[in-house]
């Protein structure tokens, strides 16, 4: 008896290491890491040149945001534009982080400008948190996985000047960094959209089927009027469901490969909504780009290739 019980133990743990082992550290493609690259690169370049429509109002030293006030709120965090003095020194470094970004997302250097870059965006953030969002949450997120990540070795400059050098390289070529880097960006996405479910959970509004109503009718930012749903509470009632219970079912569902373009599908169908009633399109592309950690390399490639292939026939 305590044979076939040590002999069960033994299998279970060989079969837990096996499996901890394949799902952290098989090597994998970097097309999927680089793909989220190149487009968080370029969200990020947008919201840091925006910034430039009101760069002293909120960032300048005796701007709406002062220092000596935010420090105290932000006691344990870092930003290098608690340095600056003059107006000029702060458009000087807001365009050199500008540049920053630019490299980042068009692959150049990438393993430094990625460091870079999240020095940068932090360093935004950290310095006027009353500006920032939900979108930062999650390009924050995203910039300090691909830091981990060789997301430099495909659709950049880097992979562009290595092969004018003639090192191009291994189409084949895997690394074990790809696979942890992508892990930790799709269990770090189902636990934001988890935590999203909790806090909307947390008040009565959207248990009583209401709470696509309440952003409906929020009229500050909205890119589509929906108002004439009020005749339709079903479909309110529908669709706030249908979101809670996405939310809910994403973390489980997402990682099974039957479900899995299902869920994707329908993640496109909610943010697009979400972005429609409230307006707030960063966000909608932000959770776009990290979903596409569970698009496979094979088929970013493929769409790639599809897409190359488009613009030599046009």
């Known amino acids: ?88 020194e702060l458009w000087i470094v807001h365009l050199l982080g500008l540049a ?59 992979a562009w000047l290595a092969s004018r050098k003639g090192k191009r390289p291994d189409k084949a070529e895997l690394f074990t960094t790809a696979t942890i880097s992508t892990r930790l960006i799709q269990i770090h996405l189902c636990l934001l959209v988890l935590m999203m479910a909790f806090s909307q959970l947390s008040g009565e509004t959207w248990w009583s089927g209401d709470g696509i109503w309440f952003l409906i009718t929020r009229p500050q930012s909205r890119l589509i009027d929906l108002t004439g749903l009020e005749s339709s509470p079903f479909v309110v009632d529908f669709l706030s469901h249908l ?30 909504l979400l972005a429609l009633i409230t307006g707030d399109l960063t966000f909608t592309a932000a959770m776009l780009i990290a979903s596409l950690a569970f698009v496979g390399p094979e088929t970013v490639l493929d769409v790639a290739r599809s897409r190359r292939t488009r613009v030599a026939t046009a």
């Open 100 to 158: 920053v970004l630019i490299a980042f997302a068009a692959g150049l250097y990438t393993r430094f400008t990625g460091v870079l870059s999240l020095v940068v965006f932090l360093s935004t953030v950290h310095r006027a948190p009353m500006i920032t969002g939900r979108t930062e949450v999650v390009l924050a997120m995203l910039l300090l996985y691909l830091c981990l990540a060789p997301c430099g070795r495909r659709f950049s400059l880097d």
């Open 1 to 88: 008896m305590m044979r076939h019980v040590t002999d069960y133990f033994s299998r279970l743990s060989q079969g837990f290491g096996e499996g901890w082992t394949r799902f952290w550290f098989t090597p994998g493609d970097p097309a999927t890491v680089s793909a989220i690259r190149l487009l968080a690169g370029v969200l990020l370049v947008y919201m840091h040149a925006t910034l430039m429509l009101d760069l002293e109002a909120f960032f300048a030293a005796d701007g709406l945001l002062p220092v000596g006030e935010i420090a105290i709120l932000e006691a344990n965090t870092f930003s290098y534009l608690n340095f600056l003095v003059s107006p000029a």
């Open 243 to 272: 979101l809670i219970g996405f939310e809910l079912l994403f973390p489980i569902l997402i990682w099974s490969k039957l479900f899995r373009p299902l869920m994707l599908a329908l993640g496109v169908f909610i943010w697009s």
